[in-house]
């Protein structure tokens, strides 16, 4: 997904919160920074591992939303594509557009806040799945 700060800034950012000092092993031995860097590296971890395939996913719900067609005019690349197709559709949400909410925007959207949550705070999203 198109989230900020990417893989390798947050890997820079831990590695200036952690300098020289390794992480503790055990979590609640962490200081905050450290906590930080933990986290910082974790989600980097699952930009390296995940974000082409969420990537991928978005673009599939857009063609859902809209014709295929719109989504490959949409942007030069991928992440273009789908810093564009936002932009429209907040812009058509904005305009009403879109208030009968049809099931292909409630699943984009969905799929949107899902893996927001996949990639920052996967505890909270296993414990709503499993509850």
Do not use: T
């Amino acid at each position: 997904m198109r989230q900020c700060p990417g893989p390798d800034e947050l890997e820079r950012l831990a590695a200036a919160i952690l300098g020289n000092d390794p992480l503790p092993d055990d979590p609640k031995a962490r200081s905050y920074e450290q906590r930080l860097a933990a986290k910082a590296l974790s989600i980097a971890a699952y930009d390296r591992e995940y974000a082409a395939a969420d990537r991928a996913r978005e673009l599939r719900q857009f063609a859902e939303l809209w014709d295929a067609v719109i989504v490959e005019a949409a942007g030069a690349d991928d992440e273009a594509r789908i810093a564009g197709l936002n932009r429209r559709l907040a812009v058509e949400i904005r305009r009403g557009d879109w208030d009968r909410a049809p099931r292909p925007l409630l699943d984009l959207l969905q799929m949107q806040v899902g893996a927001r949550l996949a990639r920052s705070n996967q505890k909270y999203l296993k414990a709503r799945l499993e509850g």
